[in-house]
């Protein structure tokens, strides 16, 4: 069985409140079930975390890089400026495993400091636009690329 992590950053635990014209009006708890399910559908098992602390995640995806487990990452406001997330996922690349950089928006649409990303750079790929549909997608792109 295929393991991944799906990592969230900031904000992400308030899905479905925050901002619902750009995030939509899924919650996260929502989400959460329908990754597992996403998941079990693939042969995976997905466990999955939010936090809204930078050291936190940057912690975790450490954690995924010694494990060599796969990510799948929505680092949100943290994919445009910390290093720390960045470094912590240049290792996750390093160890061999999938990375995949998650949006629900699409970055490239909306203000000009959402255009950079510190994370895309060491990422396997990234998956941006689809609503809460960007996970699934992320969750195929893995199984695509591992043995079962």
Request: glycine share 8%; net charge negative; proline share 3%.
């Amino acid at each position: 069985m295929t393991n991944v992590v799906v990592l969230n950053g900031p904000n992400l635990g308030r899905l479905g409140t925050r901002q619902p014209d750009v995030y939509g009006t899924t919650t996260y708890e929502s989400l959460v079930q329908s990754l597992h399910s996403w998941g079990e559908d693939r042969g995976m098992s997905v466990e999955v975390r939010q936090t809204d602390d930078e050291e936190t995640l940057a912690m975790w995806l450490t954690e995924a890089a010694r494990a060599r487990v796969h990510v799948v990452l929505n680092a949100a406001a943290f994919t445009h400026y910390s290093r720390a997330v960045a470094e912590a996922c240049a290792k996750v690349h390093a160890s061999g495993v999938v990375l995949v950089e998650v949006h629900i928006s699409n970055p490239h649409a909306r203000e000009r400091f959402r255009h950079t990303s510190v994370v895309s750079g060491v990422a396997t790929g990234v998956i941006s636009g689809f609503g809460t549909d960007s996970y699934r997608l992320a969750l195929e792109a893995v199984a695509a690329r591992t043995p079962q």
